[in-house]
């Protein structure tokens, strides 16, 4: 009878490890999941980037800088490597595509062309798409870092060796609040 007791408890504990264990391998599956999808809106906008950068330069001869520096980001965003740099490289293209809009906006010729336009749409909606994925980047890593953290999951995390994920944080640029004057 003592046998068939420890046997169940035994039988129990494991089921409860294997549970956990799984949980935290699911956690941590999300997160990676949510870092590539972010992954594939930043390859998305390195992709049109050039396109953008060569309707630019059919319609306008404007400072060779800003077109340097939209490709000079880019290049970095593709060198990068792991999320936070990958997300740093990311934050001063954006930054760089915000310059050549404005820019571009000296431009009649160019703001009335239809592939520009098509393209700073497109550029827009990935814009948009990087923002949500970095969202659910960082709701999968609260997730799974709150796993890591909670008993009795951060006994099994610490015995396996789980590491826990970075957040995306903000850049500091898009912390500023904006001056509106009339």
């Given amino acids: 009878m003592t046998l068939l007791i420890i046997i169940a408890v035994v039988a129990v504990i494991a089921i409860i490890w294997i549970s956990i264990y799984n949980s935290l391998i699911k956690y941590r599956m999300q997160t990676k999941e949510s870092w590539s999808q972010i992954d594939v809106q930043l390859k998305r906008r ?13 319609y ?8 340097q520096a939209v490709t000079d980001a ?6 990068a490597q792991g999320p936070a740099a990958t ?12 310059h050549l809009f404005a ?5 009649p010729d160019l703001k009335a062309s239809a592939n520009f336009t098509k393209l700073q ?18 709701t999968t890593t609260a997730s799974y870092n709150t796993k890591l953290q909670s008993f009795p999951s951060n006994i099994i995390a610490g015995i396996h060796h789980f590491e ?19």
């Fill in 46 to 58: 390195n992709d049109l980037i050039p396109n953008l950068v060569n309707t630019v330069k059919g």
């Fill in 121 to 138: 749409e497109e550029l827009t909606n990935t814009e948009n798409k990087i923002a949500y994925s970095r969202q659910l980047f960082n």
């Fill in 87 to 98: 997300m740093a490289a990311s934050d001063q293209l954006s930054g760089a595509l915000t």
């Fill in 164 to 182: 826990p994920s970075e957040f995306i944080a903000v850049p500091e640029t898009e912390k500023d609040v904006p001056t509106v004057k009339f």
């Fill in 103 to 107: 820019v571009a906006e000296a431009y």
């Fill in 74 to 79: 880019r290049t970095s965003v593709n060198s």
């Fill in 60 to 67: 306008a001869d404007f400072e060779k800088t800003t077109l």
